[in-house]
């Protein structure tokens, strides 16, 4: 049996042992969806793991992230460092890629053809990105950590999802300034690698259409009925795997469940139980259509300025 195809362009997730079955769980459903794909799997971490027999055939490879700066250990985020290998993704794979979409593990995939996403044209930024979620409902929304330093409002990314062109990104010193952050500005990092790059950047991104990154799940579960939504991105602490919710699909939890009981049974106790089949009640109800109403103007601005999910904004 010959060896994957192996290509220029990368989808790649960063976690260690204790999120690895949640970063296969992405490969996995990209791999579904994406039958024709032009793009490698990368899972970027410091631990050692092994490449399941099921992920063989699809190329997966395991990254050995490089050492972080000592300064890194002020975006430590609940314990892990994780989440900042993906600061040095482009430099560490720059040889070998020349476009990364890096996606969090705490996601959900609907579909979307991520050969053409890996195409975007971003000008001459180092990554494409979604706006974070307060942009949906408040108009001029100042980042906490633009606030903390006394900066103006400026454009201001989820990084739960990156468009990554490795070259800009090096040569702009992404990496660097990002980790800069930890020594310059520590009282601003508020979101780990978040507050990192942003703060790094400082609004200069293109702007991704919010299918690619939906974090708004919980919030504006009607919205998905008129736009179409290609990566949902559990934000916060509700997420399908750990915590019920009113507001959240039954389906996430069920495809969680059938992934661990055909390739890690063991981890299933982990999973939290499905909930009870019951239907919203008239209060949770009302506290959907209450924030669909208010927030509509703005959510429909955002919404129209990103009606081709495949150009970039900047």
Known sequence: MGL????????????DR????????????????????????????????????????LGLTIHRSG???????????????????RIMLARELQSRYRRILYLDCDMFVEGGDLNRLMEVDIGPHPIGAVLDAPFMYRAN??????????????PYANTGLQLIDTRAY??????????????TYPQAIIYTDQSLTNIALRGQFAQLAPCWN????????LLGMAYPIF????????????????????????????????????LLPRLVPMPKPKPMTLKQLAVVVARHLMSQGQARDLLQRHAD???ALY
């Open 141 to 154: 929304y100042q980042a906490l950590e633009f606030s903390r330093l006394g900066w103006p409002a400026a």
């Open 4 to 15: 994957p195809e192996r290509f220029d362009c990368a989808v790649a997730l960063c976690c």
């Open 18 to 57: 204790n999120y690895y079955h949640l970063a296969l769980f992405m490969v996995w459903q990209i791999a579904h969806h994406n039958p024709h794909r032009r793009f490698d799997f990368i899972i970027a971490t410091r631990d050692d793991l092994e490449v399941p027999d099921w992920a063989r055939p």
């Open 309 to 311: 999910p495949f150009k």
């Open 170 to 183: 090096v040569e702009q010193d992404v990496d660097r300034r990002s980790f800069d952050v930890c020594t």
């Open 231 to 266: 990566l949902r991105h559990f934000i916060g602490t509700l997420k399908p795997d750990r915590r019920a919710g009113p507001f959240l699909d039954v389906r996430y939890n069920q495809a969680y469940r059938e992934f661990l009981g055909n390739f890690v049974p063991e």
């Open 214 to 221: 939906w974090q708004w799940n919980n919030r504006y579960p």
């Open 67 to 85: 050492d972080l700066p000592p300064a890194a250990e002020a975006g430590r985020y609940r314990g892990s460092v994780a989440p900042l290998y």
